[in-house]
């Protein structure tokens, strides 16, 4: 009975210890991770224009989103994801999939309760709310369908347009300062993980081939 227990307790710490320590994985490796922000309150948040429910936050000047079940924050040049908004943040090694549909003055937008031309009466989401309605509002697109965002006299897209602007967004992205620093810093690191070979092992040496003769086949004798 107690080794059926003391397999199942060193089961249990083999699959938490990977979890817990993955932010301090980051640490090690050079990318530290971003200032942490602090929140009166759980935040409000307002549904994004022309994305696949992507949430912003807007009270506060860092970027913070909540996309499928994660929130979501850029640093110099860097992408961290946590599924709470307030701590918890590890490294994400990519850019998020729906970054690149977000338009870039959003901002200016919001600020302007203004769309392309069109008045924008964003709601605020409370947080509590966010939690329980996001995969419902997902799975029936509610804002895009039902609330057109709350744009007023809203047009989506043409579908070309749509793949235009997120090329567009890429390759604007790309040019950014701070994540063509953290590419240089990707791509440093991959040289000296080339260069660096593990100590107290001697390449081992091929013992050189030698060809056999091949034998020659006797002549079968002719049948009487």
Do not use: C
């Not at 860097?78 to 338009?103: E, I, K, L």
């Not at 039902?146 to 809203?154: A, P």
């Amino acid at each position: 009975m107690k080794k059926i227990l003391l397999g199942t307790i060193f089961l249990a710490l083999v699959i938490a210890i990977p979890i817990q320590t993955m932010a301090r994985v980051d640490v090690s490796i050079g990318i530290s991770l971003p200032p942490p922000i602090v929140f009166g309150a759980p935040p409000d948040v307002i549904a994004l224009p022309d994305t696949n429910n992507v949430y912003f936050v807007p009270d506060i000047d860092v970027d913070i989103f909540f996309w499928d079940g994660w929130w979501w924050r850029p640093w110099e040049g860097r992408w961290y994801r946590s599924h709470y908004y307030n701590r918890g943040w590890a490294y994400y090694n990519n850019v998020p999939g729906f970054y690149f549909d977000v338009d870039p003055g959003w901002r200016g937008y919001y600020r302007d309760h203004n769309w392309y031309g069109h008045r924008w009466n964003y709601e605020r989401i409370p947080h509590q709310r966010l939690q329980k309605k996001w995969k419902g509002w997902h799975n029936n697109r509610y804002w895009e369908r039902q609330r057109t965002w709350g744009v007023h006299s809203y047009q989506p897209r043409p579908q070309k347009q749509i793949q235009e602007l997120r090329h567009k967004r890429q390759e604007q992205y790309k040019q950014r300062p701070e994540v063509q620093r953290h590419q240089q810093q990707i791509q440093e690191k991959q040289k000296q993980r080339q260069v660096q070979k593990p100590q107290g092992q001697q390449p081992r040496q091929q013992k050189p081939q030698v060809q056999q003769p091949q034998r020659q086949q006797q002549p079968q004798p002719r049948g009487q």
